[in-house]
């Protein structure tokens, strides 16, 4: 059975439920999936003052991890049109599995959320893709098979390099059903190409 982990990092929640999603179609595949978060490195008194979430329903990941998946699919809000500090100081602590060349070949992809609409998701999800090509991993996007990723009539998030979601600007808004549906959309078909490349 294909091995997939979700990995993600959420302050307020949003990537986090689209971890859900995107868990639920890699499921519905037929992969083995599991669900980390990376650890916080905000300071106590900021994560408080601030009210992010601590996530205890998902165990922390640690770098090690990452060598036991066939496919990897990654989640981060955006920082500037980065991903955030939280997981790229995740990812720096993974040189060991580099110079072993421990994911080369392994699937990967990645989603987003931002508060604005154009607040950086695409670059975000690059910020998170070049990484893992430097890991030598196939990067899985959604494609516009995924037909909501032309819909007008709504705002929506989604784009070809990965799904995305809009939290706004105080974190209002929660992932639609079209932003769900891509993210479910986009974990189903990672882990259909994984379970191809494995076969």
């Given at each position: 059975?294909t091995?997939?982990?979700?990995?993600?990092?959420?302050?307020?929640g949003h990537v986090?439920?689209?971890?859900g999603a995107?868990?639920?179609?890699?499921?519905?595949?037929?992969?083995?999936?599991?669900?980390?978060?990376?650890?916080?490195?905000?300071p106590a008194?900021v994560?408080?003052?601030?009210g992010?979430?601590?996530n205890?329903?998902h165990?922390?990941?640690?770098?090690?991890?990452?060598?036991?998946?066939?496919?990897?699919?990654?989640?981060?809000?955006?920082r500037?049109?980065?991903m955030?500090?939280q997981?790229q100081s995740?990812?720096?602590?993974?040189?060991?599995?580099?110079?072993?060349?421990?994911l080369?070949?392994?699937?990967?992809g990645?989603?987003?959320?931002?508060?604005s609409?154009?607040?950086?998701?695409?670059?975000?999800?690059?910020?998170?893709?070049?990484?893992l090509?430097?890991h030598?991993?196939?990067?899985v996007g959604l494609?516009?098979?995924?037909?909501?990723?032309?819909?007008?009539?709504?705002?929506?998030?989604?784009?070809?390099?990965?799904?995305?979601?809009i939290?706004?600007?105080?974190?209002?808004?929660?992932?639609?059903?079209?932003?769900?549906?891509?993210?479910?959309?986009?974990?189903?078909?990672?882990?259909?190409?994984?379970?191809?490349?494995?076969?």
């Amino acid at each position: 059975m294909t091995k997939v982990l979700v990995l993600y990092y959420s302050s307020y929640g949003h990537v986090e439920m689209m971890a859900g999603a995107v868990a639920e179609g890699a499921r519905e595949a037929g992969a083995d999936v599991d669900i980390k978060r990376v650890p916080e490195t905000a300071p106590a008194e900021v994560v408080k003052a601030a009210g992010f979430r601590s996530n205890p329903d998902h165990p922390e990941a640690q770098p090690d991890d990452l060598a036991n998946y066939d496919a990897i699919i990654v989640g981060s809000p955006t920082r500037f049109g980065n991903m955030s500090s939280q997981m790229q100081s995740f990812f720096d602590r993974t040189g060991g599995l580099w110079a072993g060349g421990k994911l080369i070949d392994k699937v990967g992809g990645a989603f987003t959320s931002t508060a604005s609409q154009h607040g950086g998701q695409e670059t975000t999800l690059i910020s998170i893709q070049k990484t893992l090509q430097h890991h030598g991993m196939i990067l899985v996007g959604l494609p516009y098979s995924y037909d909501k990723l032309t819909e007008l009539g709504e705002v929506i998030g989604g784009t070809p390099y990965g799904a995305s979601t809009i939290a706004g600007g105080d974190g209002s808004r929660q992932p639609s059903e079209i932003d769900l549906g891509g993210a479910k959309f986009q974990g189903r078909r990672i882990a259909q190409i994984a379970a191809k490349l494995a076969g």
